[in-house]
């Protein structure tokens, strides 16, 4: 289950040069193209194969949870949402104490913060060794402090909480070793947000957010070549970002790792060039 896209802060994007796509990068763009084309081939097999199984055992709530499942790793469309719901509840109606499909329908955005929270502690209660269910427990409570100059040291702890549990847990997660780093940033636990973030950047080197803030954390330090190590892997990030949106068809004017880059270097000129 991923929880990158729910903790990730949205900034606002800087423009991208405009100039064509070189010739390596054309062919890095066409290698991405048909990577993408064969990811969805395979995609639409497995759900297909995941339908035909709920149809073959139409009473097994694993083949309604498989079904949701696969289909949540696909294109995010309304009619996905729709059948993804309808396969986590079919699974749940079957079996009314299935953990994992619980905590899968508490992730659908159209739940309230206070329906998702009883349904996390709901399959904690069931699956106590859950640590999905940590990770998405430390994500809602740190949701309402992602806000700039929002302080609430409760939940911001509350947070932090659940996503020890979660790493302790499923120590290879770079998402939970994140949202560690983020409640302890706002908790003002500075060194262990610090070795938060490192985790998460090694387990996952393209977490842009984490590297952004691993930046922030060695500019604090003074620590200029660590510091700009970030901001290197950040513009690493950048180019792979505008690679997979040009396969895609899309415009890669909005680059998330560009904007935390330029954001960063900006908080290194601050901290380390002379006036």
């Known amino acids: 289950m991923k929880l990158a896209l729910l903790l990730v802060v949205i900034v ?52 309604h949870f498989k079904l949701a499942d696969t289909l949540k790793e696909g294109p995010d469309t309304e009619d996905t949402r729709k059948e993804i719901e309808r396969s986590y509840s079919r699974a749940i109606q079957l079996k009314p104490d299935y953990a994992e499909a619980i905590l899968g ?32 427990l430390g994500t809602v409570h740190l949701g309402p402090i992602m806000a700039p100059h929002v302080q609430n040291e409760e939940e911001a702890q509350r947070a932090a909480r659940a996503f020890e549990k979660a790493v302790e847990l499923k120590p290879d997660w770079g998402d939970a070793y994140m949202g560690l780093g983020l409640s302890n940033h706002h908790l003002k636990n500075y060194s262990e947000a610090l070795e938060a973030f490192k985790k998460a950047v090694f387990l996952n080197p393209s977490n842009i957010l984490s590297r952004f803030m691993l930046g922030l954390g060695y500019v604090r330090l003074g620590n200029e070549q660590a510091a700009m190590e970030q901001y290197d892997g950040l513009l690493r990030c950048a180019d792979q970002m505008e690679i997979d949106s040009l396969a895609r068809g899309e415009s890669p004017d909005s680059n998330g790792a560009k904007t935390y880059a330029d954001l960063l270097v900006k908080e290194i000129q601050k901290r380390f060039l002379k006036k």
């Open 12 to 63: 606002s994007a800087f423009a991208n040069s405009q100039e064509k796509p070189g010739a390596d990068q054309e062919s890095l763009v066409a290698d991405r193209k048909k990577q993408i084309e064969e990811h969805r081939k395979q995609h639409q097999a497995a759900v297909e194969q995941a339908r035909q199984q709920t149809l073959a055992e139409p009473n097994s709530a694993e083949a």
């Open 105 to 136: 329908l508490a992730m659908l955005r159209r739940f309230k913060r206070e329906e998702r929270l009883e349904a996390i502690q709901k399959a904690i209660a069931l699956k106590p060794d859950y640590a999905e269910a940590y990770g998405l």
